[in-house]
């Protein structure tokens, strides 16, 4: 256990709640000290984002590992934050339910999938975490046990507070629970998939499929060494699926039919546990696809072509000035095409010497909103976008 | 002689805006008084019409420096007085922003001012095959801006979401008359989702003045069905088997006796006689998907003992379905003198039982309850029906909508699915959450709007003093401490 670090940061001592009830007398005990905060779940995605300026307190949530209800009739669960998305998709399953959320990275939580706003290829069906969240229960910095939302997908009484914590990678509140709302397990599974001559012909391929109505699960596009492939996943009734992977068949000539995903699947195209890359996560307007393709080159890109959103590895070998101009490159192209591009993950020498988050919109708003929750910068101080 | 602030507002407003954009004069600005929420009335101090995002930041601004509340308000069609105007302040109409600036059909992507009708933007995009889902009934008319403001749903929203899952990104007017941008053309911007918080937030942070939205292809296939059965109870048990089956449709209405016979009485949509409820079934999707979907609806309403299952096969068919429905509102109108729109939301398989406590609520005091509602996510919208010119009979009427509320609470619901709170549900709001969870959303406010001068009095029934360090609370949540909550 001693051995993690929060970006490179080794935590003071690490905390282990059980209940809301401990993660709020920890908080309050930290305002009491003057101590910082950093919430973790399974540790999965602690080296993402700027070190901490100061992290005395690891609070591991994984103890909050209950599922505490699921209503299969109201398609909806409540979890603690420290749940694997695994099991609470486990036990839905039993009710032909899921949450429709990939799970990126193994063994993530919900919490930290919340805190990291993290998706995968079913984001072209359900959305994110943002679009499935429905209730949280959270502590603030001051210790208060407070909850947004509710239990019911309709709710319109009072702020989304739910929406302002998801992504926002610990800054703003502890995260303890979670309610979801869940969708049907579809009876039937198929992937279409078909090699790309170019970026150009992938471009064409994956509009060619966005304006069809198929209406896909997942559309991604997956640019390596070895080729270009665009994949389609189109799930539904088993007569519902055949009809229309017949469709997509005849748009993406050439295509296989699968009942099994492709290599690589949901997965970022960086080795989840080493430090051997720089984890880069591209958004983009749909249209600008085949430039993304042209500006990641040989490093290639994989992600969700349908959406808009994918990701690069960089082995962290390069040259720092190799790294800049790419970075450099790749910013230039997003925010051609309306997106941005972010450092999610880095060898700490090399982040240091970075940008991670590029141009941030509105970062004086969301400075303000950083110091009504939580204006000692006592949680995951210095983590996230202008080192708030 | 110094100028009052508001003289000194209405000198530079005129000097901003067109002549006809600046409304100080009485009889003028009454016709601006209420929105669809028509027994709340207060008559704004001036009213403003710009024509520009440029003209509207400027006029916050003025706002912000002069500390002179503003409200915005689009085409008013609100049913919870969320643009109620405030009598020392200024209403900020946004319906001459009404450009649709793009249709990008390669981003499947439209951007629009507030002023925007919805369903123009449905009628842009359809040239091209694509539409844009959020459908409140009153999508005719309702704006943009305002379905931004309250996070609009509509009947397609149990398979499409809201109007929170269809907007990417704004122009944002803050309440100091900062102009800013909330998201990207593209997903998941960098740093807080400060859209996320701004949609649904009724004017209370700010003005957007340019909204991207996304735009969903045409389904391939959609099938329309009205089914009649003897009762609410059976309605319910059909709709049960058809989520049970893990089938999503794109709506599923529910009305029951009196809403129909209002219904009928109104635009003649040839329900079926005698119908103790109905149900308005649309599947839609690609043609394979919903046939078979189709064939499995049927049976499940057969099985729950449906007497009637009328599949329209026309167009104008389902357009008549849906005009039922979607007039249901006004319709009460042709039975009642009088009513009130409730909008409160229920876990789905709660509805038989809260049914039930309605009914035995209408019997007990005699007030007459139609009911119209969303049964694919529980949101009811309970009319409840009364006579203004009987003594009492709106006091009467008024406690039965609140016993309606309750009723969602109780089952664990919520006091608003699509209306908002606004002026109308403050008071509820401490029902529904703890002095905590609300404090909690007021620090989003602090940030936003520490002078609280945007759309102040609404929401919250009592406003956080900005800037103050909340009290420190001992021990954990008041539901958990009662033993009702862990964490929800």
């Known amino acids: 256990m001693s051995d993690i670090t929060v970006s490179g940061v080794t935590p003071g001592r690490i905390e282990r709640p059980t209940s809301t009830a401990e993660v709020a007398e920890i908080m309050r005990a930290a305002v009491s000290a003057g101590e910082s905060v950093v919430p973790t779940g399974a540790g999965t995605k602690l080296s993402w984002g700027n070190p901490p300026t100061s992290a005395d307190i690891l609070l591991d949530l994984s103890a909050l590992d209950q599922v505490i209800e699921h209503a299969s009739g109201d398609l909806i669960a409540t979890v603690g934050a420290g749940t694997p998305l695994a099991r609470l998709n486990e036990h839905v399953a039993a009710a032909g339910q899921r949450l429709a959320l990939d799970e990126t990275v193994p063994g993530a939580t919900v919490g930290g999938t919340l805190a990291t706003n993290t998706s995968g290829p079913l984001r072209m069906l359900a959305g994110t975490m943002r679009d499935l969240l429905i209730g949280v229960t959270m502590v603030r910095a001051d210790g208060v046990v407070a909850k947004a939302g509710g239990k019911v997908v309709k709710n319109v009484a009072g702020y989304d507070v739910g929406k302002l914590l998801v992504g926002s990678m610990g800054t703003l509140a502890v995260v303890t629970g979670a309610t979801f709302r869940l969708h049907p397990v579809p009876q039937s599974r198929r992937w279409v998939g078909v090699t790309a001559h170019d970026a150009a012909h992938a471009a064409e391929l994956t509009q060619a499929v966005l304006h069809s109505q198929t209406v896909p699960s997942g559309l991604e596009v997956d640019a390596t060494a070895d080729g270009l492939r665009v994949d389609v996943l189109v799930e539904g009734r088993p007569e519902g699926v055949a009809g229309r992977t017949a469709v997509l068949k005849q748009l993406l000539p050439g295509a296989e039919i699968s009942d099994r995903p492709p290599a690589g699947w949901g997965r970022y195209p960086w080795d989840d546990t080493s430090d051997r890359h720089l984890g880069i996560k591209v958004t983009f307007r749909l249209s600008g696809l085949a430039d993304l393709i042209e500006a990641a080159g040989e490093l290639g890109l994989r992600g969700s072509a349908g959406v808009g959103v994918a990701y690069v590895a960089v082995p962290a070998d390069r040259d720092i000035t190799e790294i800049r101009t790419l970075l450099e490159r790749l910013r230039e192209t997003t925010g051609r095409h309306g997106g941005s591009t972010v450092v999610l993950d880095a060898p700490q020498s090399i982040k240091q010497q970075l940008d991670l988050w590029g141009p941030v919109p509105a970062l004086e708003l969301m400075r303000r909103v950083k110091n009504e929750f939580d204006p000692d910068h006592r949680l995951s101080p210095g983590r996230f976008v202008g080192g708030i | ?488």
């Not at chain 2, 292809?217 to 329309?224: F, N």
């Not at chain 2, 309850?369 to 949101?379: E, I, L, Q, S, T």
């Not at chain 2, 929401?459 to 909550?485: D, N, S």
């Open chain 2, 1 to 488: 002689m110094g100028l009052t602030p508001l003289e000194t507002l209405i000198r530079r407003a005129r000097a901003l805006l067109p002549e006809d954009g600046v409304i100080t004069d009485h009889a003028r600005l009454r016709t601006y008084e209420c929105d669809g929420l028509a027994h709340y009335r207060v008559t704004p101090a001036l009213v403003v019409i710009p024509e520009t995002a440029e003209q509207l930041a400027a006029i916050v601004r003025c706002c912000a420096e002069l500390q002179i509340p503003y409200v915005a308000r689009g085409s008013g069609t609100g049913l919870s007085g969320g643009s109620l105007p405030h009598a020392e302040g200024v209403l900020v109409v946004t319906s001459r922003l009404r450009a649709i600036k793009e249709i990008r059909r390669e981003d499947q992507r439209a951007v629009v001012e507030p002023g925007v009708i919805n369903l123009d933007v449905t009628r842009a995009a359809t040239p091209v095959g694509y539409y844009y889902a959020p459908d409140p009934s009153s999508q005719q008319v309702c704006s943009i801006g305002g379905n931004v403001a309250e996070n609009s749903g509509g009947a397609h929203c149990l398979k499409y979401g809201f109007t929170t899952n269809h907007v990417l990104a704004a122009e944002f007017v803050a309440a100091d008359g900062d102009r800013v941008r909330l998201g990207g053309d593209a997903p998941d911007s960098p740093g807080y989702d400060l859209l996320g918080a701004v949609v649904g937030s009724e004017g209370t942070l700010g003005i957007v003045t340019e909204v991207t939205v996304r735009l969903v292809r045409l389904p391939e296939k959609v099938v329309t069905l009205l089914v009649g059965f003897d009762s609410t109870d059976r309605a319910g048990a059909a709709v049960s088997a058809i989520i049970a089956a893990g089938i999503v449709p794109a709506a599923i209405e529910m009305m029951d006796a009196l809403a129909i016979e209002a219904a009928e009485a109104a635009v003649h949509c040839g329900y079926p006689d005698g119908a103790g409820a109905v149900l308005v079934i649309e599947l839609d999707g690609p043609a394979a998907e919903v046939d078979a979907e189709y064939a499995d609806v049927v049976r499940f309403c057969e099985e729950t003992g449906a007497f009637e299952i009328r599949t329209a096969k026309t167009p104008e068919e389902r357009f008549l379905i849906w005009k039922g429905r979607k007039s249901a509102f006004a319709a009460v109108g042709r039975i009642s003198p009088d009513y009130i729109v409730q909008d409160g939301v229920i876990p789905r398989t709660a509805l038989p039982e809260v049914l039930r406590a309605i009914t035995e609520l209408s019997e007990r005091s005699g007030v007459r309850v139609a009911n119209v509602f969303h049964a694919g996510d529980g949101n009811l919208h309970p009319l409840v029906l009364f006579d203004d010119a009987v003594p009492g009979a709106g006091d009467a009427a008024e406690e039965v909508s609140r016993g309606i509320l309750d009723l969602c609470l109780q089952h664990g619901g919520s006091i608003t699915g699509e209306h908002g709170v606004g002026a109308d549900k403050a008071a509820h709001m401490p029902k529904m959450y703890a002095a905590d969870d609300l404090d909690t959303m007021q620090l989003v406010r602090c940030a936003f709007d520490p002078d609280r001068i945007s759309n102040p009095g609404k929401i919250f029934p009592t406003p956080r003093l900005c800037g103050e360090r909340p009290g420190r609370r001992q021990g954990a949540h008041p539901l958990q401490q009662a033993g009702v909550a862990e964490v929800f």
